[in-house]
C-alpha cells in the first residue's frame, strides 16, 4: 500500500533562514529533561529547502516532499533529503498525520526526544484492539491518546478519530472498523493501525485469540496507573519538565515550612523532651539497632506511655531549625526529605496510651506537643479499624500514625516527580521510625494502605490540599521481644 503519511515538523520547532541556502533547525529549550536541538543545515540545494519549508509549515505526504526533491535537486538530492528525513525523526522532531479528503484526522506527535519512529505494517486480515494502557485526555486546547508504553501522541483532530478509538475497545479488523466509522477507506484504516501499531497503541490479536500485549509476563503484571504514574515521574519517555522548575512562582504564595495549628477545643499537651546527650552516650549501638529492626506487630499488656511516645515523636519528627531558602521556607528534621520541604505531618490515633486519653491528635512538630482533634468518632474509628486489619496479625494498634502530606509545599516547587519524590520522603519516615522504635524498645510495623477520603472526613481537610500518604503503628513491645545487651 502507499504511504500516504503527511509528514510535518512539530509546531514548536523553528526553521530560521540565516542566508538563501543556510537554515537553522531549533526545538525549545525546556529541561535538562529534554535538551535544545539546534541543527545548523547549510548548503541546502533548492528542492530540499523547500521540502524543509513545507515540513516546517502544513507538511506534506513523503511522496509528494521526495517528487519535489527529485524533481529540483535530482538523485543526488533525494539521498540527502532521505538522510535528513531519517534523522529527524530520529530526533523525534516529525509528526505523522493521516488526512480524510484533505482534512486531519489524526497527527502522531512525538513526546520523548528517545522516539525512534520505524513504521510497522499491519497485516489486513488481522484484528487489533486498543492497548489496555492506552488512554484519552484534554491536553491544553486538544485532545490525545496516549500510553505509558509509547514515545508519541495522537492528537484527535476530528470526531471520527475520537470514534475509531472508541471503536477499538473490541478486537477489529480494517474492514470491520471502516464499516463502523463513517468515511473511513480500508486503506486508510490500514494507515492508522501502522501508525497505532507503531506508537504501542494497539495490539494484535495472534491467531490462539490471545493478545499479543498480554504475552509479555512482565508487562502483563504492571497495573495501567503503576505504568504510568512510574513512566512519567522517570525521565525518558516525555519531555515534560522536571524536577525543581517553581512554575508557581510569583503566581501562588508558598506554602509555610510549619503548618499552623489546627483549632482545638482543649489545650495542647505538651510532649516528653528526651535528653539528647545522653542517649548518645546510652542508646543501644547502631548496629544492634538496625539488625534487631523488624516489624511487630502485636503489644505488651501494659500500652505504650506518654513519655514514650513523646521520645519517639521527638526522635523522629520534631522540627530542629526552620531556615529561609530564596523565596521558600524549609526546615530540618531527623528524616531525610528531598528538597527540605518537609510536606509530611503527622496525625495519631491514640488507642490505648498511658496518661494520653484516647482520641485523634495532630502532631505539632515545632512546639512538640498533641492538639487534640477529636474523640474517636465514627471517621477515626473506621481509620482504626483499616489499621488493624493491614496489620498482618489483626492486632488493634495501640496508636495508628497516619502520615498526611501538605501536597502544595512540594508541588510549588517540582514538577513531573512531585508525588515520587514524596512517596520516597515517606518511606525515609518509615525507616526513621523503624529505628528508633527499635532503638527504644517498642513494636513498630508500617501499613501499605490506607483511606485518605475517610482520613478527609475525620480531619476536615481538602483532600487536593492535604490527606493522608502513609500509615503506620506503634505499641508496648512484648516482653519476649525486648532487646538484651
Ligand atoms: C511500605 C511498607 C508497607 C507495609 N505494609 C504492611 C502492612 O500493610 N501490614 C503489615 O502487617 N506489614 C506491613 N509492612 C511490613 C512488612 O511486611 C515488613 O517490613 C516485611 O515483611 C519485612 O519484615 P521486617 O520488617 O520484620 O524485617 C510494610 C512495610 C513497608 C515498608
Partial sequence: ???????????????????????????????????????????????????????????????????????????????????????????????????????TLLTRVPISPLDRFQLKNAA?????????????????????????????QIVLREGQGAALFHQLFAPQSCQELCAKVLGISPDTALMIFNLLWSSHLISELQDNGEIQEDANAALSQ?????????????????????GRTYRFLEKVEPLPAVKPK?????????????????????????????????????????????KQLGEF???????????????????????VNAGANYELELYLIVNSCQNISAGFYYYCPQEHQLCRLSNLNNHVAALLEEARLSNREQCLPQVAILISARFQRITWAYESIAYSGLLKNVGALYQTMYLVATAMDLAPCAIGSGNSDLFAAATGLDYYAETSVGEFIIGSKPRDEMMVR
Fill in 1 to 103: 500500500m502507499q504511504q500516504l503519511f503527511t509528514l510535518s515538523f512539530k509546531k514548536n520547532i523553528s526553521l530560521i533562514e540565516e542566508a538563501t541556502d543556510n537554515i537553522v533547525l531549533q526545538s525549545p529549550l525546556i529541561t535538562l529533561n529534554s535538551p535544545q536541538i539546534t541543527l545548523h543545515l547549510k548548503q541546502l540545494s533548492p528542492g530540499l529547502l523547500s521540502a524543509l519549508k513545507l515540513l516546517g509549515t502544513d507538511g506534506a505526504t513523503e511522496e509528494h516532499l521526495c517528487n519535489l526533491v527529485l524533481q529540483t535537486d535530482g538523485l543526488p538530492g533525494l539521498y540527502k533529503f532521505y538522510d535528513y528525513l531519517q534523522k529527524f525523526i530520529n530526533l523525534g522532531l516529525i509528526c505523522h498525520s493521516v488526512l480524510l479528503e484533505g482534512v
Fill in 124 to 152: 489486513a486480515d488481522k484484528k487489533y484492539i486498543l492497548s489496555r494502557f492506552a488512554y484519552c485526555r484534554k491536553d491544553k486546547d486538544q485532545m490525545v491518546v496516549e500510553s505509558p508504553l509509547s514515545h508519541a
Fill in 222 to 242: 504492571w497495573e495501567f496507573h503503576d505504568l504510568l504514574f512510574h513512566s512519567r515521574s522517570r525521565t525518558g519517555r516525555h519531555a515534560n519538565p522536571v
Fill in 262 to 306: 489546627p483549632a482545638t477545643e482543649t489545650e495542647n499537651i505538651p510532649l516528653y523532651q528526651p535528653d539528647l546527650e545522653k542517649l548518645k552516650a546510652a542508646d543501644y549501638p547502631f548496629t544492634l539497632i538496625l539488625e534487631a529492626r523488624k516489624s511487630l506487630r502485636h503489644y505488651h499488656e501494659q500500652p505504650i506511655t506518654d
Fill in 313 to 335: 515523636l521527638y526522635r523522629c519528627a520534631r522540627i530542629r531549625q526552620v531556615m529561609p531558602a530564596g523565596r521558600e521556607e524549609i526546615s530540618s528534621r531527623p528524616y
